[in-house]
Nanobody
Framework: QVQLVESGGGLVQPGGSLSLSCAAS????????MSWYRQAPGKQRELVAT???????HYTDSLKDRCTISRDSAKNTVYLQMNSLKPEDTAVYYC?????????????WGQGTQVTVSS
């Protein structure tokens, strides 16, 4: 069993900043990558940012200048720092872990944390 627990969501004003964290626990073997996704009401879930076990990072174009993904490998924790937030960033943010298990890379999801950008 793998558990992902996100924290740090909440209400922030436009132009503000927010930091999310996601701690993985349980039967953690070999992490391939950890990512943040988001899903706004009525929209599909979309990738926000990814960081691989080797430290490679990837960001979706709409957020790459406003967010930073980082990790603490010793704690199996990934962070997402978001700046200059806009109302359109309002969504449930989900943590995703991709773990090598035998020949496969399997995804695990957190329960999500709500981020609301509003004045």
């Amino acid at each position: 069993q793998v558990q992902l627990v996100e924290s740090g969501g909440g209400l922030v004003q436009p132009g503000g900043s927010l930091s999310l964290s996601c701690a993985a626990s349980g039967s953690i073997s070999s992490i391939y990558a950890m990512s943040w996704y988001r899903q706004a009401p009525g929209k599909q879930r979309e990738l926000v940012a990814t960081i691989t076990s080797g430290g490679y990072t990837h960001y979706t174009d709409s957020l790459k200048d406003r967010c930073t993904i980082s990790r603490d490998s010793a704690k199996n924790t990934v962070y997402l720092q978001m700046n200059s937030l806009k109302p359109e960033d309002t969504a449930v943010y989900y943590c995703n872990l991709q773990m090598r298990e035998g020949l496969y890379i399997n995804p695990y999801w957190g329960q999500g944390t709500q981020v609301t950008v509003s004045s």
